[in-house]
């Protein structure tokens, strides 16, 4: 009798005994580029990257990349995976004191191009534009306009600065950047919308793809 209490206690203690657990593997850090014009989705992106439990790396000098995927507006490269997580508009922006109401297209297409040099009250215009390599100014080119004589904005922040402290001055930059330092200046019926996408070699999976649809449904609230 005391043979068979022995045996089913042992099996019982065996029972109890926890199976050791598998090693975990550590998943390598997500390497995600955002472009200037979309700095103002490091905030969500940082809490998506939290709710989804992935650790995202920064590889804004090299968006490009293999396995990196470059947050952007407008087209992707031939070739590349792009997902649509939104759209953002790129708007022409002015001094605050800046009386001018709105521009015509054509107004608009004359003052940075450098054809049309004055205010109707005869100050000269002093136009900004940022690099070509951004992608707002690629923006802009895809709407019609062209430049021709423009100071040089290095980023939206410089672009933002140069504009509000100066009241003969224009530029442009994605809507989102602006703020009261400045004014938005409507241009008649010629609006600079551009999509913003996620881009990368290859359609991300898992953890990634379900950053992006994160991303997705902040940008769309």
Same mark, same amino acid.
């Given at each position: 009798?005391?043979?068979?209490?022995?045996? $089913?206690? &042992? =099996?019982? %203690?065996? *029972?109890? /005994?926890?199976?050791?657990? #598998?090693? @975990?593997t550590? +998943?390598?850090?997500?390497?995600?580029?955002?472009?200037p014009?979309?700095?103002?989705?490091?905030?969500?992106?940082a809490?998506?990257?939290?709710?989804?439990?992935?650790?995202?790396q920064?590889?804004?000098?090299?968006?490009?990349?293999?396995? $990196?995927? &470059? =947050?952007? %507006?407008? *087209?992707? /490269?031939n070739?590349?995976? #792009?997902? @649509?997580?939104? +759209?953002?508009?790129v708007?022409?922006?002015?001094?605050?004191?800046?009386?001018?109401?709105?521009?015509?297209?054509?107004d608009?297409?004359?003052?940075?191009?450098?054809?049309?040099?004055?205010?109707?009250?005869?100050?000269?215009?002093?136009?900004?534009?940022?690099?070509?390599?951004?992608?707002?100014?690629?923006?802009?080119l895809?709407?019609?306009?062209?430049?021709?004589?423009?100071?040089?904005?290095?980023?939206?922040?410089a672009?933002?600065?140069?504009?509000?402290?100066?009241?003969?001055?224009?530029?442009?930059?994605?809507?989102?950047?602006?703020?009261?330092?400045?004014?938005?200046?409507?241009?008649?019926?010629?609006p600079?919308?551009?999509?913003?996408?996620?881009?990368?070699?290859?359609?991300?999976?898992?953890?990634?793809?379900?950053?992006?649809?994160?991303?997705?449904?902040?940008?769309?609230?």
């Amino acid at each position: 009798m005391s043979r068979i209490v022995l045996v $089913v206690l &042992a =099996l019982v %203690l065996a *029972a109890c /005994q926890s199976t050791p657990a #598998a090693p @975990v593997t550590p +998943q390598p850090p997500l390497k995600v580029a955002v472009s200037p014009s979309l700095t103002w989705l490091e905030g969500d992106l940082a809490a998506c990257a939290a709710s989804e439990g992935i650790a995202v790396q920064r590889a804004d000098d090299d968006p490009a990349s293999p396995g $990196v995927i &470059a =947050l952007q %507006l407008g *087209a992707p /490269q031939n070739g590349r995976f #792009a997902a @649509v997580l939104g +759209q953002e508009k790129v708007v022409v922006i002015v001094h605050p004191d800046n009386p001018q109401p709105e521009l015509t297209r054509d107004d608009a297409l004359a003052i940075f191009s450098g054809r049309q040099k004055s205010w109707p009250d005869g100050t000269e215009i002093l136009v900004w534009g940022l690099p070509e390599t951004s992608d707002a100014h690629t923006a802009m080119l895809t709407a019609g306009f062209s430049f021709a004589g423009a100071g040089l904005a290095a980023s939206p922040q410089a672009m933002l600065h140069a504009v509000a402290s100066d009241p003969a001055a224009i530029g442009y930059l994605p809507a989102r950047w602006a703020d009261v330092s400045v004014r938005a200046l409507e241009i008649i019926a010629m609006p600079v919308e551009a999509p913003i996408l996620a881009v990368s070699a290859q359609e991300p999976q898992g953890g990634a793809r379900a950053l992006l649809v994160c991303l997705q449904e902040k940008i769309g609230r």
